[in-house]
């Protein structure tokens, strides 16, 4: 399996992901398709399958254009989140295969919308990756515009946070470094965090990307994942991990970092 990043927009990515035996390839998100199909192509890849992960107009907006651009193309999506385009529907637990050896797992990840899908993508001899949309971000996680802060601990906190720590994480967007800034508000003494933030800065002066990290990663350096540590909740001043995270995401609303 080799995943292939395309910059997109201003800050989005879009993934390409391609079953190496057979070829095939997936696209998660392709926003611009005109930047897709030609990666696609210098890849020596045929496009089988589109991967979004929620309706809003940076992810599934280029849908209804690949579907012109490539005839026959499937295009799945949340059964519940009204995605252009969508030819397939996705419930928690569906599965979807790419070629031989690439298989993917649909994860309803609610909250930034209510049918956000989040992709945990296996292949023999390789980490596993999960693609996170705006549910999961590096450091961060997403506004709460369709759901609650239930839901949004149950998606990053249950769902997302229990996936192998070595699966590699693919976000929506690059908002690595402010996340990273902000995360240093929620714990100063955070060593690891201090140390992410350098690498991510020197990563976007060299115009690299900040993906992917790890779900180990998030784990040490996402305080919107780490409620349920004594040591977020303390600086808090809360006993409840969902009430932590309502905290936290109020915070990072109001931050003009």
Same mark, same amino acid.
């Given at each position: 399996?080799?995943?292939?990043?395309?910059?997109?927009?201003?800050?989005?990515?879009?993934?390409?992901?391609i079953?190496?035996?057979?070829?095939?390839?997936?696209?998660?998100?392709?926003?611009?398709?005109?930047?897709?199909?030609?990666?696609?192509?210098?890849?020596?890849?045929?496009?089988?399958?589109?991967?979004?992960?929620?309706?809003?107009?940076?992810?599934?907006?280029?849908?209804?254009?690949?579907?012109?651009?490539?005839?026959?193309?499937?295009?799945?999506?949340?059964?519940?989140?009204?995605?252009?385009?969508?030819?397939?529907?996705?419930?928690h637990?569906?599965?979807?295969?790419?070629?031989?050896?690439?298989n993917?797992?649909?994860?309803?990840?609610?909250?930034?919308?209510?049918?956000?899908i989040?992709?945990?993508?296996?292949?023999?001899?390789?980490d596993?990756?999960?693609?996170?949309?705006?549910?999961?971000?590096?450091? *961060?996680?997403?506004?709460?515009? +369709?759901?609650?802060?239930?839901?949004?601990?149950?998606?990053?906190?249950?769902?997302?946070?229990?996936l192998?720590?070595?699966?590699?994480?693919?976000?929506?967007?690059?908002y690595?470094?402010?996340?990273?800034?902000?995360a240093?508000?929620?714990?100063?003494?955070?060593e690891?965090?201090?140390?992410?933030?350098?690498?991510?800065?020197?990563?976007?002066?060299?115009?690299?990307?900040?993906?992917?990290?790890?779900?180990?990663?998030?784990?040490?350096?996402?305080p919107?994942i780490r409620v349920?540590?004594p +040591?977020?909740?303390?600086?808090l001043?809360?006993?409840?991990?969902?009430e932590?995270?309502?905290?936290i995401?109020r915070?990072?609303?109001?931050?003009? *970092?």
């Amino acid at each position: 399996m080799k995943i292939v990043t395309v910059p997109c927009l201003e800050d989005n990515y879009a993934y390409i992901i391609i079953d190496e035996s057979s070829k095939e390839a997936a696209v998660v998100d392709p926003v611009e398709p005109e930047k897709i199909l030609p990666v696609v192509k210098e890849n020596g890849a045929d496009l089988k399958l589109v991967l979004t992960t929620h309706h809003h107009w940076d992810h599934a907006g280029g849908n209804e254009k690949i579907k012109e651009l490539v005839p026959g193309i499937k295009v799945y999506g949340g059964s519940v989140d009204n995605v252009k385009g969508c030819t397939n529907s996705l419930e928690h637990g569906d599965k979807v295969s790419l070629g031989a050896d690439v298989n993917i797992l649909s994860l309803h990840t609610p909250c930034h919308t209510k049918g956000h899908i989040s992709y945990y993508v296996t292949s023999k001899e390789i980490d596993p990756a999960v693609f996170t949309g705006d549910t999961l971000f590096i450091a *961060g996680c997403g506004k709460f515009f +369709e759901g609650t802060a239930e839901q949004m601990y149950q998606s990053l906190c249950v769902t997302l946070a229990s996936l192998p720590k070595p699966t590699r994480v693919y976000c929506g967007h690059e908002y690595t470094v402010k996340n990273l800034q902000f995360a240093s508000t929620v714990e100063p003494e955070n060593e690891k965090i201090k140390q992410k933030l350098l690498w991510a800065q020197q990563q976007r002066q060299a115009n690299l990307p900040t993906i992917p990290s790890t779900i180990e990663e998030e784990l040490e350096t996402n305080p919107f994942i780490r409620v349920d540590l004594p +040591e977020v909740l303390g600086k808090l001043g809360y006993h409840s991990p969902v009430e932590a995270l309502r905290e936290i995401r109020r915070l990072k609303d109001n931050w003009r *970092g």
